[in-house]
């Protein structure tokens, strides 16, 4: 497990690798410590230099996870978030603080920020950030006691009031709306944060989205269908094809369309055409700038550039990760929706069950793990879901395309299959509130990408979707 806290009084950076309760620290050692970044300078881990002193069985909780690897040779431990690339490190002025519990296990760590830090810089850790209950006192350790999912929410989802008493139906307003874009502007990241959980897959690698999927947002005066599409891209194969398609489709049926880009790259040809394409349907189209939080590189920003795309009815600047902006996009969606009444029961947050979203988050954790073009050949199926009273028995098979990409899902002595069936199971556990057992099996079946057959037989199938 990997969390983290942040104190802006005390301005320190609380790393965790277990559930700690207070006083569970015992002990501590200290060591040099670095920031790992990314390229843009956004904190995605830490670096300890520790030395002979520590031994491997004491970094057993630092270790046992998707996030931290040590250097045997220089005594490097490096924790980094899943799913991130650091290729610089800022060195701390002071030594980091490790708690020791009472076996001698490091639990976790205190890392004291540099002067004037900026507490931006941590974005990319949002997703592990937990509320710090109380100020650590010395030799104390880090006092958490889990996420508050309210407070979280309350944080990044818009205010939506509770919608059990609904307008007069004459005045209600209800349609669809259609988040279209290139891969990887943040599209699903945005349904997500509308929502305030997780209804769709998010990762940093393109074409996640592989079929439409809706999150349907009820509030007393308004529902919100949102249609979450697969990135509109040149298609090099069968499965390509039919997503581009379906995203496509989506357009001449929506109420309003969400046209997405990414505020800190300069437009491409593809948002170049899907801007026309956007600008052929009837909707409303709004021009959503995602990712404000990413400082623009040299000062330049492509405001005027995305604008000049097309006609639009307004642009907002937002950030899909941390909630900005998105209180006034929802008020704009809902105004521009025609008056109808509620299309889906106040409570339904999604069309996908719960084992598809199973399957999918099987394969999100494959596209966080695995590099390359393997996780683009995955396709993942539920075998068996047995619901018991305490605890859901499920078994999938991921299927790949070559022998070669089944060894790397496995990995050595079977590790990858592993870490990716733990993450994955920790998720599912989350989303259905019982203790899960998941079994996780790879099959190849060549080429199912160009093959019709095998595409319908793992559910991209067009016909499902007329
Ligand atoms: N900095 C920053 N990153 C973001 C923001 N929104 C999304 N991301 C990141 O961008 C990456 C892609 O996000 P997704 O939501 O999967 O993008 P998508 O448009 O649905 O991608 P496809 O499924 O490929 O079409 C992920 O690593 C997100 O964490 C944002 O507002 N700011």
Same mark, same amino acid.
């Given at each position: 497990?990997?969390?983290?806290?942040?104190?802006?009084?005390?301005?320190?950076?609380?790393?965790?690798?277990?559930?700690?309760?207070?006083?569970?620290?015992?002990?501590?050692? @200290?060591? $040099?410590?670095?920031?790992?970044? *990314?390229? !843009?300078?956004?904190?995605?881990?830490?670096?300890? %230099?520790?030395? #002979?002193?520590?031994?491997?069985?004491?970094?057993?909780?630092?270790?046992?996870?998707?996030?931290?690897?040590?250097?045997?040779?220089?005594?490097?431990?490096?924790?980094?978030?899943?799913?991130?690339?650091?290729?610089?490190?800022?060195?701390?002025?002071?030594?980091?603080?490790?708690?020791?519990?009472?076996?001698?296990?490091?639990?976790?760590?205190?890392?004291?920020?540099?002067?004037?830090?900026?507490?931006?810089?941590?974005?990319?850790?949002?997703?592990?950030?937990?509320?710090?209950?109380?100020?650590?006192?010395?030799? @104390?350790? $880090?006092?958490?006691?889990?996420? *508050?999912? !309210?407070?979280?929410?309350?944080?990044?989802a818009? %205010?939506v009031? #509770?919608a059990?008493?609904?307008?007069?139906?004459?005045?209600?307003r209800s349609g669809f709306v259609a988040l279209v874009g290139?891969?990887?502007?943040?599209k699903s990241t945005l349904l997500n944060t509308l929502l305030g959980q997780k209804v769709t897959i998010v990762?940093?690698?393109?074409?996640t989205t592989r079929v439409p999927v809706r999150g349907i947002l009820s509030r007393?005066?308004a529902q919100v269908v949102f249609i979450d599409t697969p990135g509109?891209?040149?298609?090099?194969?069968?499965?390509?094809?039919?997503m581009?398609e379906l995203a496509e489709r989506t357009l001449p049926n929506a109420d309003v369309i969400c046209?997405m880009?990414?505020?800190?790259?300069?437009?491409?040809?593809?948002?170049?055409?899907?801007?026309?394409?956007?600008?052929?349907?009837?909707a409303?189209?709004?021009?959503?700038?995602?990712?404000?939080?990413?400082?623009?590189?040299?000062?330049?920003?492509?405001?005027?550039?995305?604008?000049?795309?097309?006609?639009?009815?307004?642009?907002?600047?937002?950030?899909a990760?941390?909630?900005?902006?998105?209180?006034?996009?929802l008020?704009?969606i809902v105004?521009?929706l025609?008056?109808g009444q509620p299309l889906y029961p106040n409570e339904q947050v999604t069309d996908q069950s719960e084992q598809q979203l199973a399957a999918e988050?099987?394969?999100?954790?494959?596209?966080?793990?695995?590099?390359?073009?393997?996780?683009?050949?995955?396709?993942?199926?539920?075998?068996?879901?047995?619901?018991?009273?305490?605890?859901?028995?499920?078994?999938?098979?991921?299927?790949?395309?070559?022998?070669?990409?089944?060894?790397?899902?496995?990995?050595?002595?079977?590790?990858?299959?592993?870490?990716?069936?733990?993450?994955?199971?920790?998720?599912?556990?989350?989303m259905?509130?019982?203790?899960?057992?998941?079994?996780?099996?790879?099959?190849?079946?060549?080429?199912?990408?160009?093959?019709?057959?095998?595409?319908?037989?793992?559910g991209y199938r067009?016909?499902d979707w007329r």
């Amino acid at each position: 497990m990997l969390q983290f806290s942040h104190d802006p009084e005390v301005n320190t950076l609380y790393a965790y690798f277990t559930e700690l309760e207070a006083g569970q620290a015992v002990e501590s050692l @200290e060591y $040099p410590a670095h920031l790992l970044l *990314d390229a !843009e300078d956004l904190v995605v881990g830490l670096r300890l %230099d520790l030395d #002979d002193e520590v031994t491997l069985a004491q970094l057993e909780l630092a270790l046992d996870g998707e996030f931290g690897r040590l250097d045997m040779e220089t005594g490097f431990l490096r924790i980094l978030i899943p799913g991130a690339e650091s290729n610089q490190h800022e060195r701390l002025e002071q030594t980091a603080i490790l708690d020791l519990d009472a076996d001698e296990q490091i639990l976790g760590v205190e890392l004291a920020l540099p002067e004037g830090f900026d507490p931006q810089r941590l974005a990319r850790l949002a997703a592990l950030m937990v509320a710090l209950d109380e100020v650590p006192q010395a030799g @104390e350790g $880090p006092v958490v006691f889990g996420v *508050d999912e !309210e407070e979280e929410e309350e944080e990044t989802a818009p %205010d939506v009031p #509770d919608a059990a008493e609904h307008a007069p139906l004459a005045t209600f307003r209800s349609g669809f709306v259609a988040l279209v874009g290139k891969p990887n502007v943040g599209k699903s990241t945005l349904l997500n944060t509308l929502l305030g959980q997780k209804v769709t897959i998010v990762s940093p690698r393109a074409q996640t989205t592989r079929v439409p999927v809706r999150g349907i947002l009820s509030r007393p005066d308004a529902q919100v269908v949102f249609i979450d599409t697969p990135g509109i891209h040149q298609p090099s194969h069968k499965l390509g094809k039919f997503m581009v398609e379906l995203a496509e489709r989506t357009l001449p049926n929506a109420d309003v369309i969400c046209f997405m880009v990414d505020i800190s790259q300069p437009p491409s040809q593809l948002d170049r055409s899907i801007a026309e394409q956007v600008q052929r349907a009837r909707a409303h189209k709004l021009l959503l700038l995602n990712k404000v939080d990413i400082p623009p590189r040299r000062g330049t920003t492509y405001l005027e550039e995305y604008r000049s795309l097309g006609t639009w009815d307004m642009e907002m600047a937002i950030s899909a990760q941390r909630g900005q902006g998105l209180s006034s996009l929802l008020d704009e969606i809902v105004a521009r929706l025609p008056n109808g009444q509620p299309l889906y029961p106040n409570e339904q947050v999604t069309d996908q069950s719960e084992q598809q979203l199973a399957a999918e988050l099987v394969r999100e954790k494959v596209l966080y793990f695995i590099q390359q073009e393997v996780p683009h050949a995955v396709a993942v199926e539920v075998d068996e879901w047995e619901t018991k009273e305490q605890a859901i028995y499920i078994r999938m098979t991921i299927n790949v395309e070559k022998e070669s990409q089944k060894g790397i899902l496995i990995g050595a002595g079977g590790a990858m299959l592993k870490r990716i069936g733990s993450a994955a199971r920790r998720d599912i556990e989350r989303m259905v509130d019982k203790k899960v057992f998941l079994e996780l099996w790879v099959k190849v079946r060549e080429n199912w990408r160009d093959d019709l057959g095998a595409m319908g037989w793992l559910g991209y199938r067009m016909k499902d979707w007329r």
